[in-house]
């Protein structure tokens, strides 16, 4: 998928695309099973016309813009992806381009009417638009369906707009998805994901202080060494304590246990700042694997983290002997977790073969 970011660094204003494109425009946050729907129409669109699929997004979330803007942090969405895995995803549903707009005052304050006549005519060259029922755009959100759909008949392209996508009489929106991970329903979230919920990025270092912890207790390797994926973003849509399955660096996944959060029971001023940390300590770590990676650490490598049940919020202890005690019980539910599925594949390979 090629990525375009930004439009208006363009040499003697030439197009963003070589040439016309089929488009749809919105913040896809987790890329759900609406949006996918909504892609796949694109692509059949797209085809008809003979044209490339195109997905305008926005970096940072407009909601985020505003939040800032007015000094109210409360009005900035939590975060269901980061920017990486919300590429990623676009590229597995096909889509060979997308352009993505730095959300700033400049974009913030463009008029619909130019918004459709510099962007979506000049520097992309759309020959179809498809949006969502609840699409508007514009400075003070003053552009809709009914301006777009005029000014393409106008143009010379065709606009289209797709209803809510329901599963099982839910709608399926971003909203429903950072509902489920807020309350820890990862099975929930993972039904309007059509996959479980994952983030991934590079592993970093950290204050190292997992491999100090609980080298006295059964099973933990080196003490609880953990895998840290840091954020920009402050505002997660799930936190706390997950069982979790780590893609990336073994040949199959490696089962695990994880905290998304800010880690309550440390200092906020230690290395990570009180910035949101993805830690996660492997239950099994193969002796080939630690012979595969330099030295035997994994910094700098891309995983993927699927989040698969949560055990419970952050705690704060009050020791780091009773934090140690509390990753071991942890590192136990989630081995329970590990079993009671295998106990439920085991007997619907059963059922399967009555």
């Given at each position: 998928?090629?990525?375009?970011?930004?439009?208006?660094?363009?040499?003697?204003?030439?197009?963003?695309?070589?040439?016309?494109?089929?488009l749809t425009i919105g913040?896809?946050?987790?890329?759900?099973?609406?949006?996918?729907?909504?892609?796949?129409?694109?692509?059949?669109?797209?085809?008809?016309?003979?044209?490339?699929?195109?997905?305008?997004?926005?970096?940072?979330?407009?909601?985020?813009?505003?939040?800032?803007?007015?000094?109210?942090?409360?009005?900035?969405?939590?975060?269901?992806?980061?920017?990486?895995?919300?590429?990623?995803?676009?590229?597995?549903?096909?889509?060979?381009?997308?352009?993505?707009?730095?959300?700033?005052?400049?974009?913030?304050?463009?008029?619909?009417?130019?918004?459709?006549?510099?962007?979506?005519?000049?520097?992309?060259?759309?020959?179809?638009?498809?949006?969502?029922?609840?699409?508007?755009?514009?400075?003070?959100?003053?552009?809709?369906?009914?301006?777009?759909?005029?000014?393409?008949?106008?143009?010379?392209?065709?606009?289209?707009?797709?209803?809510?996508?329901?599963?099982?009489?839910?709608?399926?929106?971003?909203?429903?998805?950072?509902?489920?991970?807020?309350?820890?329903?990862m099975q929930d979230a993972?039904?309007?994901?059509?996959?479980?919920?994952?983030?991934?990025?590079?592993?970093?270092?950290?204050?190292?202080?997992?491999?100090?912890?609980?080298?006295?207790?059964?099973?933990?390797?080196?003490?609880?060494?953990?895998?840290?994926?840091?954020?920009?973003?402050?505002?997660?849509?799930?936190?706390?304590?997950?069982?979790?399955?780590?893609?990336?660096?073994?040949?199959?996944?490696?089962?695990?246990?994880?905290?998304?959060?800010?880690?309550?029971?440390?200092?906020?001023?230690?290395?990570?700042?009180?910035?949101?940390?993805?830690?996660?300590?492997?239950?099994?770590?193969?002796?080939?694997?630690?012979?595969?990676?330099?030295?035997?650490?994994?910094?700098?490598?891309?995983?993927?983290?699927?989040?698969?049940?949560?055990?419970?919020?952050?705690?704060?202890?009050?020791?780091?002997?009773?934090?140690?005690?509390?990753?071991?019980?942890?590192?136990?539910?989630?081995?329970?977790?590990?079993?009671?599925?295998?106990?439920q594949t085991h007997r619907?390979?059963?059922?399967?073969?009555?």
């Amino acid at each position: 998928m090629k990525i375009i970011r930004g439009l208006w660094n363009r040499p003697n204003g030439a197009p963003a695309l070589p040439g016309a494109c089929a488009l749809t425009i919105g913040n896809f946050d987790g890329v759900h099973r609406g949006h996918q729907a909504m892609l796949a129409l694109l692509q059949s669109e797209a085809r008809h016309r003979g044209v490339p699929t195109c997905v305008m997004t926005f970096e940072p979330h407009p909601r985020d813009f505003f939040a800032a803007m007015q000094r109210r942090p409360e009005l900035a969405p939590a975060r269901i992806a980061t920017l990486r895995d919300k590429l990623e995803e676009l590229s597995r549903c096909g889509v060979d381009q997308c352009v993505v707009l730095p959300f700033n005052e400049r974009l913030a304050s463009q008029s619909p009417e130019a918004f459709i006549q510099d962007t979506l005519v000049g520097a992309l060259g759309v020959r179809y638009v498809l949006v969502g029922d609840d699409f508007r755009f514009g400075a003070r959100r003053a552009g809709d369906y009914a301006m777009l759909d005029a000014a393409g008949s106008r143009l010379g392209f065709d606009v289209a707009r797709m209803q809510s996508y329901e599963v099982h009489g839910l709608r399926v929106s971003s909203s429903a998805v950072r509902e489920a991970l807020a309350q820890g329903r990862m099975q929930d979230a993972a039904a309007l994901l059509g996959r479980p919920y994952a983030i991934s990025g590079h592993v970093v270092h950290g204050r190292k202080l997992g491999r100090e912890l609980g080298e006295s207790s059964p099973g933990a390797r080196d003490g609880f060494r953990t895998l840290n994926l840091r954020f920009s973003h402050w505002k997660p849509a799930a936190s706390g304590i997950f069982a979790v399955h780590v893609h990336g660096l073994w040949d199959t996944p490696l089962p695990g246990v994880a905290n998304l959060g800010v880690r309550p029971s440390l200092d906020p001023d230690d290395v990570n700042g009180g910035r949101v940390l993805l830690e996660t300590h492997c239950l099994d770590w193969p002796a080939e694997l630690a012979r595969r990676l330099p030295g035997g650490e994994a910094y700098g490598k891309i995983v993927r983290v699927e989040l698969l049940h949560k055990l419970h919020d952050e705690l704060k202890y009050d020791s780091l002997d009773a934090l140690t005690r509390g990753i071991a019980r942890d590192c136990d539910d989630a081995r329970a977790f590990f079993a009671s599925l295998h106990t439920q594949t085991h007997r619907q390979t059963t059922r399967d073969r009555i």
